[in-house]
């Protein structure tokens, strides 16, 4: 009897751990930043459809800085995701573009992809979460 109740709390044990471990940290470096003015407005998407409809799974919102900036999307559960994010210089809250639809500020995607008369495709852009924290560095784009 003791034997089967070590047994159940030693699998118990190992069942609820697993379960508690499926989320990790993404940490994103974007490089490149030209000034201090203005913020940095980055998107988390989780899977292609909520990129495509325009639905971040978490949303951040930095203060600029010339060079590099560091952030950290904390306790993100497994899965495919991808990144936006772009250098608001003149704090209107929204990328601003051109007669031609060009962005006129900065701006960038996970994987450092590249647009292609639109924004940077999805399949581009995607990274895989799965139990453990990543480091990603993208380029920001003027």
């Known amino acids: 009897m003791t034997k089967t109740a070590a047994k159940l709390f ?3 044990t ?18 490149g930043v030209k ?3 203005g913020k940095l407005y980055i998107q ?9 409809q325009g639905n ?14 560091s952030l950290t ?18 704090n209107n809250g929204k990328l601003d573009s051109n007669l031609f639809g060009m962005p006129t500020e900065g ?7 590249l647009p292609n008369f639109g924004p940077a495709k999805y ?5 895989q979460i799965s139990d453990g924290d990543i480091k990603l560095s993208s380029k920001i784009i003027y």
Not at 73 to 90: K, P
């Open 10 to 12: 030693i699998f118990s």
């Open 14 to 31: 190992f069942a609820l751990s697993s379960f508690f471990v499926h989320s990790a940290d993404i940490q994103l470096e974007i490089t």
């Open 35 to 37: 000034s201090a003015q």
């Open 44 to 52: 988390l998407f989780n899977g292609e459809e909520n990129y495509n």
């Open 56 to 69: 971040a799974e978490l949303a951040t919102i930095t203060k600029a800085k010339p060079g590099n900036a």
């Open 73 to 90: 999307f904390q306790d993100v559960d497994n899965g495919e995701y991808a990144l936006r994010f772009y250098h608001d210089e003149n």
């Open 107 to 113: 701006y960038g995607f996970s994987n450092n992809a």
């Open 123 to 127: 399949q581009e852009m995607k990274f």
